[in-house]
T-cell receptor
């Protein structure tokens, strides 16, 4: 059974802090790992990672995948209150079926 | 927003009543998915479709059925709603190896 575990469950930081969110996985026939951001609505796509060691970057957010150790991290630098959300990690298998982790709830205080 | 709409957006119903949720997409995507999201469980796949009249079960399909008679519409039916089906339901489509989500339907079964 495919499994995705995210840590920490929740995190409270102050604006300007840097945060690292973790995602570990077990999946049969790995295809890709995806990160989503969810505010009070639908999850929105952030990154898709398929290769180890290649960093994906978008503004203050970046992510990297380690296929040997079966984990990924999502970094957010210089956090802002608008970064407050639930961050979801999901792993796709060869059939492109997603298994989601439980999410990390991030709160950024002014 | 990947051209996905869901209806209704909110519904309150009573135990034992049938409920149908609709997902509509405007971009002719072949794959469509229904998920439910509950605290502590992340998103879990209920059913998915890989074409008109082609559907298959996901991780938590018991108590749910689906139909897809047109490319653009994917219906999720709860034949006899139970309180355990109180949840937020998201529809998704697959594009470029990534899944994109609709706005969600909040269903409460009393």
């Amino acid at each position: 059974e495919d499994k995705v575990v995210q840590s920490p469950l929740s995190l409270v930081v102050h604006e300007g802090d840097t945060v690292t969110l973790n995602c570990s996985y077990e999946v049969t026939n790995f295809r890709s790992l995806l990160w989503y951001k969810q505010e009070k609505k639908a999850p929105t796509f952030l990154f898709m990672l398929t290769s180890s060691g290649i960093e994906k970057k978008s503004g203050r957010l970046s992510s990297i995948l380690d296929k040997k150790e079966l984990f990924s991290i999502l970094n957010i630098t210089a956090t802002q209150t608008g970064d407050s959300a639930i961050y979801l990690c999901a792993v796709a298998n060869a059939g492109n079926m997603l298994t989601f982790g439980g999410g990390t709830r991030l709160m950024v205080k002014p | 927003d990947a051209g996905i709409t869901q209806s209704p957006r909110h519904k309150v119903t009573e135990t034992g009543t049938p409920v149908t949720l609709r997902c509509h997409q405007t971009e002719n995507h072949r794959y469509m998915y229904w998920y439910r999201q509950d605290p502590g469980h992340g998103l879990r796949l209920i059913h998915y479709s890989y074409g008109v009249k082609d559907t298959d079960k996901g991780e938590v399909s018991d108590g749910y059925s689906v139909s897809r008679s047109k490319t653009e519409d994917f219906l999720l039916t709860l034949e006899s709603a139970t309180s355990s089906q109180t949840s937020v339901y998201f529809c998704a489509i697959s594009a470029a190896d990534t899944q994109y989500f609709g706005p969600g339907t909040r269903l409460t079964v009393l």
